[in-house]
């Protein structure tokens, strides 16, 4: 491979990591405004977070098919390889990230201008963790820190043992007074979202490792959460 050609495929490798930067930022900033949508009951915030998601998901199919048109053309081996097929998958998780943020929005957006019970400073402990967790595993994404992503994946139980409390919380707002139950289901989906939002930034720090090392991570992650009851996946 010529000099040349050389520069010209790192070109390539660095707009798809450079695109996947900004997939994640546009990802942490929708979840950020949907739970400040939901804590404050801002429908117009709820509004704009879903009108965000198709920018992600026209840059999810960008990176897509600048990666497939890489492999055509430059045949890639090796750790060349796993950088582009790192793309794929980490665009695909941030992907869905936003779609998890567009959903909670269109529940706030569903619940209207109704009183936020105190169960909701569960959700907010949630989405703090989260969001904690992309910036963290989209650091390691940026530097190629295989520790940092595997901090990121030690700590999915963490986020696990949360979602169990806040499960807790809102059954028992549920039964204190039956009217709440509705409005507390669609917490319920909230705090499923950031949940799956936490997988999603770990399945992106198993890929990092994937893409140093060329290894898998273990199959089973760290589970959390003492309380036998669950909202199911």
């Known amino acids: 491979m010529s000099e040349h050609t050389v520069a010209a495929y790192d070109k390539e490798l660095a707009t798809l990591s450079q695109t996947i930067l900004e997939m994640g930022g546009l990802a942490e900033k929708m979840l950020i405004d949907a739970m400040d949508a ?3 009951m801002d429908l117009e915030r ?9 920018r992600l ?59 936020i019970p105190r169960a ?34 030690d700590r999915d139980a963490e986020l696990d043992a949360l979602e169990d409390s806040v499960f807790r919380d809102l059954l028992t707002f549920m039964m204190e007074d039956p009217r709440n139950i509705s409005f507390c289901t669609h917490l319920l989906f909230c705090s499923k979202n950031i949940e799956r939002i936490g997988d999603h930034a770990t399945n992106i720090a198993e890929t990092i490792h994937y893409l ?16 036998t009851v669950t909202t199911g996946k």
């Open 46 to 54: 709820a509004k704009i977070v879903v009108a965000r998601d198709p």
């Open 57 to 115: 998901d026209a840059l999810q199919r960008q990176v897509e098919e600048f990666a497939i048109l890489t492999i055509a053309r430059r045949q890639p081996m090796a750790v060349d390889l796993r950088e582009i097929v790192a793309a794929i998958r980490v665009s695909a998780d941030l992907e869905r990230v936003g779609d998890l943020a567009k959903n909670i929005a269109k529940r706030t957006q569903k619940l209207g201008e109704a009183r």
């Open 212 to 227: 140093v090392t060329g290894e898998q991570l273990p199959v089973e992650r760290p589970k959390g959460g003492s309380s």
């Open 38 to 40: 939901l804590v404050a």
């Open 120 to 153: 909701a400073i569960g959700l907010k402990h949630m989405s703090d963790l989260a969001l904690l967790q992309l910036k963290n595993v989209l650091d390691a994404y940026a530097t190629r820190d295989i520790e940092k992503a595997r901090v990121v994946w």
